[in-house]
């Protein structure tokens, strides 16, 4: 059970970029945080592994308030936090072993690790994790030598790595076009079943969230504006999209033959 | 009239045309300001008052001695009317400009024209030709005299070489003035021996004397000197060698003193006895000596002196330019920390240390290398040492700036992911933040390796060790083929360099 009480963010300029956020998810969840740029999602998504601190309320993960972890402490919640970012954020001069086994690094050796020595099975299961997002053969080619596809697929063998109880998706697909979208949204969608791993995902596209999510929440302006079911998102009525998204928003399809409004 | 902006429109000039043009007449740029026009005014009356200012710099130049302005500037026109009347004449046409100038900008609707600053533009070009001394006439007329050092140098090799020599010489003493004493006798005669006989064997030297303010020559006294018994046909030089033991080869208008052995080996000259200034102090008989030469090139080719220092020196430039950037590369990775403002922007203590570090780096950077070895040099003497030291504040400075440069400019992105999967701060660094700093700090490495080298080349010539100290040392004793060695082997090392240094940034970066 993973709980979020009355989470405010203001950053030092003075922006407000939470206010009073509070949900729950429940373990095995695949939650989509919709809402515009600038709403907040991000914000919301890194201040649940504090790469943000958050400036008051609670986060709650199963009894352990992370929002008051010490360091150390916060080391190991963050490891079993898998994190997947819109831009990827690989090392792109290193190649894509040295990247997967970097989702490691809560668990080594932090002197050995320094001289990028990582134990054997380590590595075997970084082959695994590529070898599962069908990437396998690229393992020893540099990152920026990947297409974006390839390289967001190496981001969620990082987040493997970490065997995580909850990933978090920060737009996980933004970059990338449509056929390639489904793709990556359906490895999570796997992880999410097979695993039981909690999923934290915020996405743009309506038909994405209609096709993989179990619980929606969108943001607007830091502030939660609507909740709904899988049952009741895929029954989103334009007048519900609009209020989360503004008047001017118009429904973009990102599956090419999808239906015209 | 209203195709003008209509901004001009709206701001119509304060005054009449006609007073415009007066106030610029007694103040330049006055009337343009009082026609709105503030910074038109400014930019003339201080390229009035600049070119008035070179003007009388100048004038007064011409004429050091005069004492008052008036009395100066008559001196100057007397001196160098061709460039006093023409500048004044245009000064005064920029006057007048301005005034009609300021008298146009108050016309309502008028606007621009940029001729007036074309005339401003020519004056400071033609005063600036004159300060900088600027002479195509001697550059085209003179050229031809650089064709002799100049062809050594572009073709120094014949100096990269050289034989042992072997000396035949033999002399005949001389003795200056003559006294009541016998002269000196004439040397034995060998058979097979060089041998040198000089008549008479005493005379006066030549004397320099003062008429009318004129130094003139009058010849010693003129001395058959016969030789025999030298190599045949081949050249012998005239020597002279007075009583404190100074050498030194005889002239004869200006050319050296040579002349060519017949087949027996003998030869006969006339000379006059050179002029020689003796110490007073000297003294008993003032016996000299004039002796005959033949040198000839005996042994193999072997490398010169010449050759052997500047291969020795051009390593030790190498070694310099290599042992300042490794310093200067060891020493500013850790102030590059502090002068990147994406670290030190915690707290507004670092945001100080931030501050100072970065003002510290441009200080150190904006003085040249040279004056860092003459500094060096002070502390540590003469010697390579004072280069490297140079070289390494200049490369600290230098490469601090460009790598705090490329800390600040790393991607965030990775450091964010790394983060997230729970490693440490230094597994932080050396995972997301060392990966991104290695092309930049590769290529701004070697790319200060090759200035270094570059740099050692010349610190030389302040005394900071390396092939530049011989340089300068060749060109000041005139022997421009050593000179020449030198510069050849700075050109292929500097163009090798760059060649290297070109090829492993392209393959790292």
Known sequence: MFQIKNLTKIYDDGTVALRDVSFEVADGEFLVIIGLSGSGKSTLLRCINRLIDPTGGQIIWDGVDISAAEPAQLRQIRRQIGMIFQHFNLVKRSNVLTNVLSGRLGYVNPWSSLLHRFPAEDREMAMAALKRVGIADQAHKRVDELSGGQQQRVGIARALMQQPRMILADEPVASLDPVLAHSILEHLERLNQEEKITVLCSLHYLDLVQRYATRVIGLRDGQIVYRGSREEIRAMTDREFKDIYGEEAVRVSVVPQGREE | ?509
């Open chain 2, 1 to 509: 009239m209203a195709t003008r902006t209509t901004k001009r429109e709206l701001q119509p000039s304060l005054v009449s045309p006609p007073v415009a043009g007066i106030a610029s007449l007694f103040i330049p740029g006055l009337g343009q300001a009082l026609a709105r026009q503030v910074q038109r005014g400014l930019t003339l009356f201080g390229s009035l008052v600049t070119l008035v200012g070179l003007f009388a710099w100048q004038v007064s130049l011409l004429a050091t001695r005069e004492q008052g302005i008036g009395a100066k500037f008559v001196k100057a026109l007397d001196r160098r009317p061709a460039f006093v009347i023409p500048i004044l004449a245009l000064i005064v046409i920029l006057w007048l400009w301005i005034a009609w100038d300021a008298y146009r900008q108050a016309q309502p609707g008028q606007r621009g024209g940029l001729s007036v600053f074309a005339l401003v533009l020519a004056l400071f070009f033609i005063l600036g030709w004159k300060i900088s001394e600027i002479n195509l006439y001697k550059l085209a007329t003179e050229l031809s005299d650089a064709k002799g050092p100049l062809s050594r140098v572009l073709w120094p090799w014949e100096a990269a070489v050289t034989r042992d020599v072997e000396t035949t010489v033999a002399g005949a003493d001389i003795l200056s003035p003559c006294d009541d004493l016998p002269p000196p006798s004439p040397p034995v005669e060998t058979p097979g021996e060089p041998y040198v006989v000089a008549d008479p064997t005493c005379g006066d030297l030549s004397q320099q004397v003062e008429e009318g303010g004129v130094l003139k020559t009058v010849p010693g006294t003129l001395l058959t000197v016969v030789g025999r018994g030298f190599e045949p046909n081949t050249e012998t030089q005239i020597w002279w060698s007075d009583p404190i033991g100074n050498k030194f080869q005889m002239r004869q208008e200006g050319r050296y003193l040579a002349i060519m052995t017949d087949d027996e080996g003998a030869f006969q000259i006339e000379i006059h006895m050179p002029y020689r200034l003796i110490p007073p102090s000297s003294e008993g008989r003032q016996v000299h000596r004039v002796e005959a030469r033949q040198v000839s090139s005996v042994g193999d080719l072997k490398f010169s002196d010449a050759l052997k220092h500047n291969v020795e020196k051009m390593v030790e430039t190498i070694v310099l330019g290599m042992m300042a950037t490794l310093f200067g590369i060891i020493f500013s990775v850790p102030v590059s920390f502090l002068a990147a403002r994406n670290l030190m922007s915690g707290s507004p203590l670092t945001m100080a240390l931030y501050y100072i570090t970065r003002t510290l780096l441009n200080i150190v950077r904006s003085i040249e290398p040279l004056i860092w070895a003459i500094l060096a040099g002070v502390i540590v003497g003469l010697g390579p040492f004072a280069g490297v030291i140079a070289l390494t504040v200049h490369s600290i400075a230098a490469l601090g700036k460009l790598y705090s440069e490329s800390i600040e400019s790393i991607d965030p992105g990775p450091i964010e992911a790394i983060q997230a999967t729970g490693a440490t701060r230094l597994q932080t660094i050396m995972y997301a933040v060392v990966p991104q700093m290695i092309p930049p700090f590769v290529s701004f490495s070697i790319y200060r390796w090759d200035i270094n080298v570059r740099m050692s080349t010349v610190i030389g010539l302040v005394g900071g060790g390396g092939i530049g100290f011989l340089l300068t040392q060749y060109i000041r004793l005139l022997d421009y083929r050593s000179a020449g060695i030198a510069v050849w082997f700075i050109a292929i090392t500097v163009a090798t360099l760059d060649y290297v240094s070109a090829e492993i940034r392209q393959r790292f970066v």
